[in-house]
C-alpha cells in the first residue's frame, strides 16, 4: 500500500506543478518539510514550500512537466524516490519558453496518521552552464 499511496502523493505533486497551483503543494509535505530548489534558499514547512511556488508562478507558468525515469524504494516508514525530469515554463514578462531537465530526489515519511508526506525535496538541471562572455 505505501508504494500506492506515494505514487499517488507524486501524481498531486505533479499535477500541482502543470496546473501552476501552490496551494495544493501544502498538504503534501510534512510539517519539517524541507524543500531544497535549484537557484534558491531552501525552503521550510508546508507554508514555505506553498510561498516558494506562489513566488515562481508570479515570474513563470508551468507548461509542461515529465518524468522520464523514476524509482521508489520503501524501508518502513520512509520511501526514497528518484528520478528524471523536464519542465517546461512560459516567463509571465513574456518571451520564449523555458525549458529545463535534470534529476530529483525526494524523502517521503508515513505519518502518524498513515499518510505520507516529502520530508525532503532536491531537485537540479542537468543542462550545461551558460559559456562565459
Same mark, same amino acid.
Do not use: Q
Given at each position: 500500500?505505501?508504494?500506492?499511496?506515494?505514487d499517488k502523493g507524486h501524481a498531486a505533486w505533479i @499535477?500541482?506543478?502543470k496546473r501552476n497551483d501552490a496551494k495544493a503543494l501544502g498538504p503534501l509535505v510534512a510539517a519539517d518539510m524541507v524543500c531544497m530548489p535549484p537557484h534558491r534558499e531552501a525552503v521550510t514547512g508546508p507554508q514555505g514550500v506553498? @510561498?516558494?511556488f506562489a513566488g515562481v508562478v508570479k515570474e513563470a507558468r508551468t507548461v509542461a512537466v515529465g518524468i522520464s525515469t523514476r524509482e521508489v524504494i520503501v524501508a518502513e516508514d520512509f520511501a526514497i524516490e528518484r528520478g528524471a525530469f523536464t519542465w517546461k515554463v512560459a516567463p509571465t514578462g513574456g518571451g520564449p519558453n523555458v525549458e529545463d531537465r535534470g534529476n530529483f530526489m525526494a524523502v517521503w515519511q508515513k505519518q502518524p496518521d498513515g499518510s505520507w508526506k516529502i520530508k525532503r525535496n532536491i531537485w537540479n538541471s542537468t543542462l550545461p552552464l551558460p559559456a562565459a562572455r
Open positions: 500500500m505505501s508504494r500506492a499511496a506515494i @499535477d500541482a506543478f506553498v @510561498d516558494w
